[in-house]
């Protein structure tokens, strides 16, 4: 089993800057990708960056430009900086971990943006 632990969310007005954090432990031993999905009310959850275990990563259209995802495999964590951040950006941002086929995932952070 792995479990994932997010932290960093929270309220931020609009243009300002936030980090989510998501914390790997349990039974990790090959991780195919790690990212971040979010969900806003009324939504389904939707992809925001990803990167695979080559290091590519991928993001979605809406947040080019102001998102940028990393890792640091010696702490097995993985983060999402947000910049310029607009009121859509509002959502439950979950992260996610792949491992053989197996997708795990965080338990959700708020992220809300005020304009």
């Known amino acids: 089993q792995v479990q994932l632990v997010e932290s960093g969310g929270g309220l931020v007005q609009a243009g300002g800057s936030l980090r989510l954090s998501c914390a790997a432990s349990?039974?990790?031993?090959?991780?195919?990708?790690m990212g971040w999905y979010r969900q806003a009310p009324g939504k389904q959850r939707e992809l925001v960056a990803t990167?695979?275990?080559?290091?590519?990563?991928n993001y979605a259209d809406s947040v080019k430009g102001r998102f940028t995802i990393s890792r640091d495999n010696a702490k097995n964590t993985f983060y999402l900086q947000m910049n310029s951040l607009k009121p859509e950006d509002t959502a439950v941002y979950y992260c996610?971990?792949?491992?053989?086929?197996?997708?795990?995932w965080g338990q959700g952070t708020q992220v809300t943006v005020s304009s």
């Open positions: 996610n971990l792949g491992q053989w086929g197996i997708p795990y």
């Open positions: 349990g039974s990790i031993f090959s991780i195919d990708a």
């Open positions: 990167v695979i275990s080559g290091g590519r990563t």
